[in-house]
């Protein structure tokens, strides 16, 4: 059974860090597309940041710069390193592993606020 955990969340202020990290069990990070999306009240949500099985990453316009998304294969985590933080990155933020087949994290919520 997939199971993914996220933790890492919480308040912080405009131009803070945070460091997020989604704990994988059931399946490797490594060999699968990993994936953090958002999700503000009223919104779709959008996919933030992700790393496919040979290392290479991709990131959404709004974050290119401020976020690294990056994997420990030894702790199958994967992690969303976000720096630069503004009021517009509150969201909920979610870990998805796999790509036409995916499983989703429960979810850790990030606001930034002063």
């Known amino acids: 059974q997939v199971q993914l955990v996220e933790s890492g969340g919480g308040l912080v202020q405009p131009g803070g860090s945070l460091r997020l990290s989604c704990a994988a069990s059931g399946r490797s990070v490594n060999a699968n597309t990993m994936g953090w999306y958002r999700q503000a009240p009223g919104k779709e949500r959008e996919l933030v940041a992700s790393?496919?099985?040979?290392?290479?990453?991709n990131y959404a316009d709004s974050v290119k710069g401020r976020f690294t998304i990056s994997r420990d294969n030894a702790k199958n985590t994967v992690y969303l390193q976000m720096n630069s933080l503004k009021p517009e990155d509150t969201a909920v933020y979610y870990c998805?592993?796999?790509?036409?087949?995916?499983?989703w994290g429960q979810g850790t919520q990030v606001t930034v606020s002063s």
């Open positions: 998805r592993l796999g790509l036409t087949y995916y499983y």
């Open positions: 790393i496919i099985s040979g290392g290479s990453t």
